[in-house]
């Protein structure tokens, strides 16, 4: 867990606030009121792009701020300001007071604490100078173009976040947390006439910059990015019709995260506008599928030591061999359901209310050999990696394009398709699950997942999956 000691220095002796008064603010903006806290946060952030030989793009920002909101039944009010003073948080107060009831009521206790703490708290922006950052960029279009000949255009992109933030209750209640962040992305495409291609990777997490300075490992970028562009280069069009679908290990699992992991936060079922929605203890799901929301994770891109209200992350069974179990909450929505917050009230910035959101989802592996799961099928599709998708939340319906694919036939994998898309509903998906592959992978640390404006870092992963009689959309004549 974070040294208060240290975030005091970033929020209170830097600024001149002083810790006392500004609890005292804060008692006095929330009396009355159900729950609420003070969000503190100062956060740097970079990136560096490289695309045809040169820089094109070298960012560095610094925002600082703070949000206060109070929570009184189902209403919440919430006032940010980029300024850090007293007397900002006092205008904040008298904003946030607004929403009181007048009711009364005991104010919520605070969350539990912790000592446990899942990643560095280095800050990696200011381990390794620009120079450094720029060559490597430099030294990984100067490899990928000399891999093939075919290589028209090299794109690459470092990126680095450090995040402090600090948690303040009017009982005296503090909680702090500093968060690195960080991700390389590297794209290539190829040609052969007239026709081009694209392919991509990228990796990250809560790490410092040091692991992709390595030759050994961003080379690996490299290779993969190129390899998926020569796939594609060669691909024919995808057939289209209902068929047997194989989901590959890792980040197919984002299809999970849209389709079905959206659809189990607290808010929307607390709504009643999710498919999941009064479903607790119902059959959701094939049996042998488990999915899990897991923020404890070490260094991984999703995983949060405490939530945005200062509650610990956990390990949240959602649906257990085919049954579900539990929502994803934070503190508003569990209060008013009746059930604990599982350390998922997560927000982009001090600008930015907390709302239930993922963490790390995943389905947890089965007992099947992947070569066995690809030989049951006599004709259908291996999909490797995708792109985008949409999901609607109230009905579950999905639609996600496969970046790479491959045809099955005869239980054997064939050549690879372009323009494979997946169309479905998440909770009826499930239950068209009938293997479920022994190799569970994560993904390699590049998730961000959207909702209702607000950007969060997550991450994903699923074994390899066969699903039943779903709907493929194809271009082939």
Known sequence: MTDLARLDSLFFERTGMNSGRVERLVGEALRGMDDGELFLEYCQS???????????????????????????????GYAHASELSEDAIKRAGETV??????????????????????YTDVNPLARVDFTAKTSLLQEIDTYARAKDPR???????????????????????RVGDIRPLVRLNVSVVVGEGERMEHGSYGAGGRIEY????????????????????????????????????????????????????????????????????GLIGQRVASPGVTVVDDGTMQDRRGSITVDDEGTPSSRSVLIEDGI??????????????????????????????????????????????????????????YAVNFGGGQVDITSGKFVFSASEAYLIEDGKIGPAVK???????????????????????????????????????????????????LTVGGTAA
């Open 151 to 173: 290589v028209r255009q090299v794109m690459a992109t470092l990126m680095g976040v450090w995040q402090a933030v600090e948690i303040v209750r009017p009982d005296g209640n």
């Open 324 to 381: 579900l179990k539990g929502y994803m909450q934070d503190r508003l929505n569990a209060r008013l359901m009746g059930v604990k917050p599982t350390g998922n009230g997560r927000r982009q910035s001090f600008g930015h209310a907390p709302m239930p959101r993922m963490t790390n989802t995943c389905m947890l592996a089965g007992d099947k050999d992947q070569k066995e799961i690809i030989a049951s099928v006599k004709r259908g599709l």
């Open 46 to 76: 970079e990136s560096v792009s490289l695309d045809d030989g040169r820089i094109k793009i070298a960012t560095f920002d610094t925002t600082q701020g703070f949000g206060l909101r109070g929570v009184s039944g189902e209403a919440a």
């Open 97 to 118: 007071r607004a929403v009181r009831t007048g009711s009364g009521g005991v104010f919520a206790a605070p969350p539990p604490g912790t000592n446990r703490s899942l």
């Open 419 to 469: 323009g494979a898309t997946l169309i479905g509903n998440g909770p009826d998906a499930l239950t068209k699950v009938t293997m479920i592959g022994n190799d569970l992978k994560l993904d390699d640390g590049v998730g961000t997942c959207g909702k209702d404006g607000q950007s969060v870092p997550v991450g994903v992963g699923m074994p390899t999956v066969r699903m039943d009689g």
């Open 210 to 277: 040091d692991r992709y300075l390595d030759p050994r490992q961003w080379k690996k970028h490299v290779d993969e990015a190129l390899r998926q562009a020569l796939v594609n280069l060669s691909a024919v069009p995808a057939p289209a019709g209902e068929m047997p679908v194989v989901l590959g290990p890792g980040w197919p699992g984002i299809m999970l995260h849209e389709a079905v992991g959206h659809g189990l936060e607290g808010d929307f079922n607390r709504k009643k506008t999710s498919a999941f929605a």
